[in-house]
C-alpha cells in the first residue's frame, strides 16, 4: 500500500494572530503633535462659526460658550473619527484605536476615551486657579504634565497610555 502525501494547500494559510502591540512613544507623540496641529483648523472653523452664530464681536466676549462649544465640537470630532478607528493624524502615523479586545471602538467607548483624555489637559488646568499662575507658567506647566503623562506609559505592563486602560481601549499599529 503506498502512502498518499497530502497536496499544499494552494492558499497561504494565514498566520497566529500577533497580540495587540502598542506604537512606540516616539510614533505615538509625533502622532499626538499632528493631531494638534490638524486641530488648529477644527478650532479656528469652529470658533468662527460660533462667533458668526452668537454675534460675538470681541474674542473675551461669551468665553464660557465658546469654551462650551469647543468642547462639544471636539468631542463630536474624536468620538466620530475613533469609533471609524482611526483619525487623520492616526492614518499618518499608522496608529490605529481598537477596544481592549482589539475590536472597532462603539461610540459610547470612544466618547468616555474621550472624556478621559482630558488628563492631558486637566491636571495643570486645575492648577492655575488655586496657584493664579502667569500665561507663561501655565504653558511650562502644561508641557511638564505632558512629558510626564507620556512617560507614565512605560508603568503600564502593555505600554498604554493609562487614561486608554482607563477607557479600555488600546493603541495599536495599523500597518
Known amino acids: 500500500m ?16 500577533e497580540p495587540l502591540a502598542a506604537p512606540s512613544l516616539k510614533r505615538r507623540m509625533a502622532c499626538w503633535l499632528y493631531e ?11 470658533g468662527y462659526l460660533f462667533g458668526t452664530l452668537s ?8 468665553r464660557p460658550g465658546l469654551q462650551a462649544f469647543l468642547f462639544l465640537i471636539l ?6 473619527f475613533w469609533h ?4 487623520l493624524a492616526m492614518k499618518t502615523w499608522h496608529v490605529k484605536v481598537v477596544s481592549a479586545q482589539g475590536l472597532p471602538l462603539s461610540q459610547t467607548r470612544a466618547l468616555l476615551r474621550y472624556l478621559l483624555s482630558w488628563m492631558w489637559f486637566l491636571p495643570p488646568l486645575l492648577l ?7 500665561p507663561g ?9 505632558v512629558l510626564i503623562w507620556a512617560l507614565l506609559s512605560r508603568f503600564h505592563p502593555e505600554r498604554q497610555f493609562w487614561h486608554d486602560a482607563w ?4 493603541l495599536v499599529s495599523s500597518k
Not at 494638534?36 to 469652529?46: E, P, T, Y
Not at 454675534?55 to 461669551?62: F, K
Not at 507658567?137 to 504634565?145: D, E, Q
Open 2 to 17: 503506498t502512502q498518499r502525501v497530502p497536496a499544499k494547500p494552494t492558499h497561504p494559510v494565514p498566520p497566529a494572530a
Open 167 to 170: 477607557a479600555g481601549t488600546r
Open 75 to 80: 468631542g463630536i470630532y474624536f468620538t466620530w
Open 55 to 62: 454675534q460675538t464681536r470681541h474674542a473675551l466676549d461669551n
Open 128 to 134: 492655575t486657579i488655586p496657584l493664579g499662575l502667569t
Open 84 to 87: 471609524r478607528g482611526q483619525t
Open 36 to 46: 494638534g496641529m490638524l486641530l488648529f483648523g477644527v478650532v479656528f472653523i469652529a
Open 137 to 145: 507658567s501655565m504653558g511650562l506647566l502644561s508641557f511638564v504634565w
